[in-house]
């Protein structure tokens, strides 16, 4: 590392080097000559930094970083405000937002990217999000003729991609990121998690910045969790809780944070994503609850409390979500859903109220989630019709053809399910056993009243009735 930081004494301005270095993806080699820029006095050098930074996910330190800049010739950055929004510092991004408008800039469109952003991320906390997003595809537009050739904290498309995934314009977001960056196809890929399309939701192995790399492992477990592969959210587990680990809580990766939170319920690893939620929700409180930023998270929340069975913690997520209800067709498709999802945890299905949530968020673009609604549903009521009506809705949600000649399961116990659920997932009976602390012969007997229960005939027919009733849980 010290030779490429000769080279790059002997190739010009160590913070021109610096750039280059971030642009080319190499952000280690980046880090280390912006700090020497630093060291010699070039804000320029810091500015790179805490670009680098942000793409890291180190938005605090970022905002070190700009400061000093500031501290050299007076400026004020712009992209100091995006930071301290997304680290939930709402007095201090205002302040510095101000002093950003009274500052005079040499009006460059570079100079309406840094503003455009700034003010859109503002409007996304405390004002109309709708504004916010054309704002920031208005500084995409201006931004394309420089694409690949400046460095910044994060795209405005990426920016633009996740408010429209926040207010659940899955098709706007879809056409907000265009390119082949690491950021954008990872984007791209999590967009196609929320539609259900799993085939086209593929990451990679490994990413180096951990920005990245908590999408990717939040990609990889939702799409385990949404195939009922036990086994695949038991092997993506690690990664997911390594990534939580290594990215601290900011704004803008709410909504991986929750998918990861909703494995963990599942897996009963709570422990891990505990103190991260609890970041996450005391940043949410410093904006002032912004209803944009707020409700996927307690959409999540909601998944978890239903994924452990805690009545309680749904019952919380859902009123956060039903005072929020009013801010968006989205908001209110979740909140309509929450109210349905206690309900059914109750054990009072109410058909209609079911349906009716469960297709709303098809047309809010999350008809997975309303097909296992609707599938949860089916297990727990014990009207024959009323099975039938949900299991219709299910498959119609999930794309897939109802078999007419296929008689509808009787009501399922909770520890059926607990057991269905498991099988479903790839566990033996022995697995099962230990993860329920009963022994495999009880677990034997639970899948035989089951079996006859659903009226399956083979092991085979039986898997392919619980999946489709427990619906992706």
């Known amino acids: 590392m010290t030779h490429v930081v000769d080279d790059a004494v002997q190739a010009g301005p160590l913070s021109e080097q610096a750039e280059s270095a971030a642009l080319d993806g190499d952000l280690d080699a980046a880090s280390l000559l912006a700090d020497q820029a630093i060291l010699d006095g070039d ?56 002093a950003f408008d009274r500052a005079v800039r040499t009006p460059t469109s570079l100079s309406t990217v840094e503003s455009l952003v700034a003010h859109a991320l503002h409007e996304s906390v405390t004002g109309a999000p709708v504004a916010a997003l054309s704002q920031l595809v208005q500084a995409a537009a201006v931004l394309e003729p420089h694409a690949g050739k400046v460095l910044l904290p994060d795209t405005p ?81 690690p990664r997911a809780r390594d990534a939580v680990i290594a990215h601290p809580v900011d704004l803008f990766v709410l909504q991986p944070l929750g998918e990861i939170a909703v494995a963990a319920a599942r897996l009963h690893e709570d422990e891990w994503l505990a103190p991260r939620l609890a970041e996450a929700e005391d940043l949410l409180a410093r904006l002032d609850r912004p209803a944009l930023w707020s409700v996927p998270l307690h959409w999540f929340g909601l998944q978890a409390a239903v994924a452990s069975e805690s009545p309680s913690a749904a019952a919380r997520h859902a009123a956060a979500l039903s005072t929020m209800a009013r801010s968006s ?68 949600l999930h794309g897939a053809p109802h078999s007419a000649d296929e008689s509808p399961a009787p009501q399922l116990s909770a520890r059926e399910i607990e057991v269905a659920e498991l099988l479903v997932g790839g566990m033996t009976y022995k697995q099962i056993g230990e993860r329920l602390f009963i022994s ?13 229960r659903l009226g399956s005939n083979s092991r085979r027919e039986l898997l392919v009735r619980l999946r489709s009733l427990v619906a992706g849980q």
């Not at 890291?56 to 330190?61: A, I, S, T």
């Open 440 to 452: 495999a012969k009880t677990v034997e007997h639970h899948v035989a009243r089951i079996r006859q």
């Open 157 to 237: 498309s990426a920016l633009a991609g996740l408010i429209a995934l926040h207010l659940g314009q899955l098709d706007m977001a879809e056409s907000a990121v265009g390119d082949d960056s690491t950021r954008h196809a990872l984007l791209r890929a999590w967009i196609s998690l929320q539609r259900g399309d799993l085939a086209a939701a593929d990451v990679p192995a490994q990413c180096p910045r951990p920005r990245d790399e908590l999408f990717a492992a939040a990609i990889a477990i939702g799409v385990a969790r949404r195939r009922s592969d036990l086994a695949g959210l038991l092997d993506a587990w």
């Open 329 to 396: 067709r989205y908001a209110a498709a979740l909140a309509g859903c929450a109210r349905a999802w206690l309900r059914v945890l109750a054990g009072d299905v109410q058909v209609d109220q079911v349906v009716a949530a469960a297709r709303e968020l098809r047309a809010v673009g999350l008809g997975w989630d309303g097909a296992r609604l609707a599938g949860q549903a089916a297990i727990r009521t014990a009207d024959r019709n009323e099975m039938t009506t949900l299991l219709t809705c299910a498959r119609a």
């Open 43 to 98: 804000k320029r050098g810091a500015e790179v930094a805490a670009a680098v930074l942000a793409q890291r996910g180190m938005l605090g330190d970022s905002v070190a970083l700009y400061r000093w800049a500031e501290s050299v010739d007076g400026s004020v950055s712009g992209f100091a405000v995006a930071a301290l929004l997304g680290t939930g510092g709402l007095p201090q991004a205002q302040a510095q937002l101000a």
